[in-house]
């Protein structure tokens, strides 16, 4: 199923500073809470997450259990190269999911 | 006498406001009264966490259930056949004889034509689902069935909402229509309007109905919830549907 939400920009001019905006649907359950059986539910959370631009990390951050549902985040490259921005997310459960998003600079 | 005249024209407009608590002209969406933040979160539709729902609920849309029917084998693209449905429910259903809300609609024509089981309800497939073609109708009023099977149902619901009710002794109306935008355990009451369902709540970290919103509020007051999908629970919706009508349609919305 779709499942995680990038923006983007498609056109950007050399050197300009765009903002990339990444939502992803994860229960990122924190392994502190008790279940309808009382039982404490294990942790399953997103741990990193990275964004490479042309191969290169230019973006990236270690996740914690305090952190909510459905992971938010935001933040600006400077666009120098037209080419492919890949985002990862890696967590418990051998959870990895890859995007990817094309960006021409002009 | 022109000052005695204003005077009785004043009179008659407080005595039409307090026959109504809450008039059409002072009705605030619950967006109006949450941080700028969460409004910003609920706009973007990039930030907007409740559109990984909606984009489930295309997939599911287009998807195959039992003989070979998917929702798009009979009602096309959903952007045209379903642009407006979600906002006139619940709605009288003339086979069944009851009135049905939209996750019941969405049922029926599971078990009549596609012959797949039900969803159950606040499962993620149904808010899926039930975001997606609530999600048609986003900016367009609210506007009631005017179904007149609906009036008996519609009428009870008022009933229940100003009836007192729990340990707490409390109505929904005590709230809704006498304190709004007063605090509640550190939470501004709103006015409860229903123009965002199904909606994301930080407060869930997830999806969820209307029904699950009620049975929220009623487990607040230290009351039974009733069941969802009980007649009580649909004669509710209808009141709260009537009580918001011409109010833009926001789903999926965000709130705290």
Redesign the interface.
Known sequence: ???????APATARKGEVVEI?T?I?H??ETGYRAGADGRTLPRDIIRRFACRYNGEVVFSADLYPAI???P?L?FSVVADASGTLTFTWEGDNGFAQTESATITVS | MKARGAAVAWLLACAAALAQTTPANTRRSGFETMSPRIQAMQRDDQQNPGMLWVADGEVLWNKIFGISFSCASCHGDARKSMRGVAAHYPDWDPIEKKPLDLTQRINLCRTRHQQVLPLPPESEEMLGLEAYVAYQSRGMPLTPSPARELDAPRERGRRLYEQRIGQLNLSCSLCHDKLPGHVLAGATIPQGHVNGYPTYRLEWQGMGSLQRRIRNCLSGVRAEPPPFNSDEMIELELYLAQRSAGMALETPSVRP
């Open positions: 199923m779709a499942r995680s939400l990038i923006h905006r939502l649907a229960p990122m909510s549902a459905n938010y935001a």
